[in-house]
């Protein structure tokens, strides 16, 4: 009679196991075992509470293990037949493609106040679009709308077109050398804080470069690399840009007639060869004094016009001559007086390239300290790629 009871509870255990538990139905048949083991356990002297107590341990454990398995499959099952989704960086990069440049406004209509320009070829980020027909963007400092018909977005390939790609050199001297490997012959140097316009990056760890002496490779270990576009203009930097270049004629005025006045009280000769003084202070003076020094040498660091230059510090040299300092960078004189285009390029503008500077003459020429081969010399202005040009006078 007792026996019969046991048993008994242990199936009435069992079932109240069965019915609470989640899984019931996948486990029923380990469950229902448990009046067994109460069972074996009476027999054997043990208490029955004890083994339902193992039972239930034993099954808990047994169906944590099958839970954990059955999860990972599902996962594995899971990442089998999912397919990544890869978003190009450019995805939300819009491009303005207009004549002139966009207005961009403070709300999604034409009525509402303009807070900037988005100039044609400029870039903006895309952070929503309005239902009726609008994008708002964020290009530099400017946060406003623009038409969703002057710009395109998702065209990694004109994203790709009108932006630039940089190695900004981050050691104090780096080689630049001819094949992608520290074993090659090195093509020419370049100093800290220089960049250079990147034009492949399929070898891992090197990045190919275009350089006065032509294409060659640099370890990515000492470089920065980075993606530039040309910004929206805020109506406060159009202002402050205009201002302040109106501010830089005045002071290279007055500062060349200061370098003329001292110039011409002056009787000592730098060099054995006489040169002109700076003439007035505007394009054309710069690119005729510039011309003088064509034949002298290209020194690498030097910023001597009759000793030797590289192509920054002749630029500088020059310049300084009328009272105007510039960086003896070249990345650094992109920044400089203000931005023309090439078309409008006047005599004594700045023509930046990849890691290198000139001075434009006028003709489709530019004065440059090229090379430690070639020295100071003419070049056609397209002879390389020009990435801007900057106007100082």
Same mark, same amino acid.
């Given at each position: 009679m007792k026996k019969g009871m046991v048993r008994v509870t242990g199936c009435l255990l069992a079932g109240a196991l069965l019915v609470?538990?989640?899984?019931a139905q996948i486990y *029923?048949?380990?469950l229902a075992g448990a009046a067994d083991v109460t069972e074996i356990a009476f027999e054997t002297g043990k208490s029955p509470m004890a083994g339902v107590s193992e039972a239930i341990g034993q099954v808990l454990q047994e169906s944590s293990e099958k839970a954990v398995l059955l999860a990972a499959q599902e996962k594995e099952q899971v990442s089998e037949n999912e397919t990544p989704?890869?978003?190009?960086?450019?995805?939300?990069?819009?491009?303005?493609?207009?004549?002139?440049?966009?207005?961009v406004r403070s709300e999604a209509n034409t009525e509402s106040e303009v807070v900037g320009k988005l100039y044609n070829n400029s870039a903006a980020t895309v952070l929503e679009t309005t239902d009726n027909g609008w994008y708002r963007i964020k290009s530099g400092s400017v946060d406003g709308y623009v038409k969703c018909e002057y710009v395109v977005t998702g065209d990694e390939e004109l994203a790709k077109k009108v932006s630039t790609r940089y190695a900004k050199v981050n050691t104090t001297t780096l080689y630049v050398r001819t094949e992608p490997s520290t074993d090659a012959s090195i093509l020419t140097m370049v100093p800290i804080e220089d960049d250079l316009v990147?034009?492949?990056?399929?070898?891992?760890?090197? *990045?190919?470069?275009?350089?006065?002496?032509?294409?060659?490779y640099v370890s990515k270990d000492y470089v920065i690399m980075s993606t530039e576009f040309v910004h929206a203009e805020s109506k406060a930097e159009e202002e402050a840009r205009l201002a302040k270049e109106e501010e830089e004629r005045r002071r290279a005025d007055a500062a060349a007639n200061a370098a003329r006045k001292k110039n011409e009280s002056s009787s000592s000769a730098k060099s054995s060869q006489s040169y002109s003084a700076p003439g007035s202070s505007n394009g054309q003076a710069v690119a005729a004094y510039a011309s003088q020094f064509i034949g002298n040498p290209y020194v690498y660091g030097g910023t001597s016009l009759t000793s030797g230059a590289d192509c920054s510090g002749f630029v500088m040299s020059v310049y300084a001559a009328f009272g105007i300092g510039l960086p003896h960078s070249s990345s650094g004189m992109r920044g400089c007086g203000y931005e023309v285009s090439l078309s409008e390029a006047q005599p004594g503008d700045i023509v930046c390239y990849s890691g290198h500077v000139g001075i434009y003459v006028?003709?489709?020429?530019?004065v440059h300290a090229s090379t430690p081969e070639s020295g100071i010399k003419y070049s056609s202005v397209n002879y390389r790629t020009p990435i801007c040009v900057r106007r100082i006078f």
């Amino acid at each position: 009679m007792k026996k019969g009871m046991v048993r008994v509870t242990g199936c009435l255990l069992a079932g109240a196991l069965l019915v609470s538990w989640p899984c019931a139905q996948i486990y *029923a048949n380990p469950l229902a075992g448990a009046a067994d083991v109460t069972e074996i356990a009476f027999e054997t002297g043990k208490s029955p509470m004890a083994g339902v107590s193992e039972a239930i341990g034993q099954v808990l454990q047994e169906s944590s293990e099958k839970a954990v398995l059955l999860a990972a499959q599902e996962k594995e099952q899971v990442s089998e037949n999912e397919t990544p989704v890869v978003t190009s960086e450019y995805s939300d990069i819009a491009i303005a493609q207009v004549d002139n440049y966009v207005n961009v406004r403070s709300e999604a209509n034409t009525e509402s106040e303009v807070v900037g320009k988005l100039y044609n070829n400029s870039a903006a980020t895309v952070l929503e679009t309005t239902d009726n027909g609008w994008y708002r963007i964020k290009s530099g400092s400017v946060d406003g709308y623009v038409k969703c018909e002057y710009v395109v977005t998702g065209d990694e390939e004109l994203a790709k077109k009108v932006s630039t790609r940089y190695a900004k050199v981050n050691t104090t001297t780096l080689y630049v050398r001819t094949e992608p490997s520290t074993d090659a012959s090195i093509l020419t140097m370049v100093p800290i804080e220089d960049d250079l316009v990147v034009l492949d990056e399929s070898v891992e760890g090197w *990045a190919k470069v275009t350089t006065e002496e032509g294409e060659g490779y640099v370890s990515k270990d000492y470089v920065i690399m980075s993606t530039e576009f040309v910004h929206a203009e805020s109506k406060a930097e159009e202002e402050a840009r205009l201002a302040k270049e109106e501010e830089e004629r005045r002071r290279a005025d007055a500062a060349a007639n200061a370098a003329r006045k001292k110039n011409e009280s002056s009787s000592s000769a730098k060099s054995s060869q006489s040169y002109s003084a700076p003439g007035s202070s505007n394009g054309q003076a710069v690119a005729a004094y510039a011309s003088q020094f064509i034949g002298n040498p290209y020194v690498y660091g030097g910023t001597s016009l009759t000793s030797g230059a590289d192509c920054s510090g002749f630029v500088m040299s020059v310049y300084a001559a009328f009272g105007i300092g510039l960086p003896h960078s070249s990345s650094g004189m992109r920044g400089c007086g203000y931005e023309v285009s090439l078309s409008e390029a006047q005599p004594g503008d700045i023509v930046c390239y990849s890691g290198h500077v000139g001075i434009y003459v006028g003709g489709g020429t530019i004065v440059h300290a090229s090379t430690p081969e070639s020295g100071i010399k003419y070049s056609s202005v397209n002879y390389r790629t020009p990435i801007c040009v900057r106007r100082i006078f």
